[in-house]
């Protein structure tokens, strides 16, 4: 992402050039304070995708640290459940809710990281994603993650990845919503992180855990498109 240009600042301790005949040329009287004359430049600012990689951190560790996911090969339970949830997997469409598909280098590197790390960290998996979508300098952004598997407990996954993004994302109000068609449960709140809003949901079944992340919306706002999302994102053969 470009950032905005600004002027060059002069290199700290030195002075505003000056004629070569005035004296002190190159240099400035012993004991003068640089950063009292304004010869400091300004402290650095996170970019918007810096802030961004850093929720990307946060949420991977949701996932990875502290859900704990368990995947089992099997589950002493309902036959029927089982077979549904080895035939779920997680995908990363083309368009979400009209949005295209981020291709700014950077943050297509993180979301394959991301994957990555998942997959790695939950070997058992039958498939992660990760994912960004829209426009980041119009303030339109989504991230999807999510992980496949045949999961023993998912109401204990739900909760489990609910305090962790309590803890990582300052997730608050994080209430029940309706799941949708595909089932288990979801709850969906506002967190905010590195200056950032979130509207964060987040939904586990027996076979899927995964997070819709939202930024500069609220978690109402982002419940309004959460069934959609969810039902883009985890797919059944």
Known sequence: MSQPHHPSQPEYGSATPQPSDSPGYGSQPHGADPMAAGFAPPPKKKSGVGKILLIVL??????????????W???????????????????APETLNGRAKVTEPTLVTASEQMAAEIKKDVPEATSTVGAFYGDPAKNDLVMIVGVSGLIADPQKELND????????LGASNMVAVEAGPLGGDAKCGDGSSEGVKLGICVWADRGSLGMVVIYFKTGKEAEKEF????AAIEQRD
């Open 73 to 91: 090969a099997t589950v002493k339970d309902d036959v029927g459940e089982v077979v549904e949830a080895t035939k779920t997997r997680v995908v």
């Open 161 to 168: 990845a609910i305090s962790a993004v309590s803890g990582n």
């Open 227 to 230: 069934g959609t999302i969810r």
């Open 58 to 71: 946060a949420v991977v560790l949701v996932l990875c640290v502290g859900g704990g996911i368990a995947i």
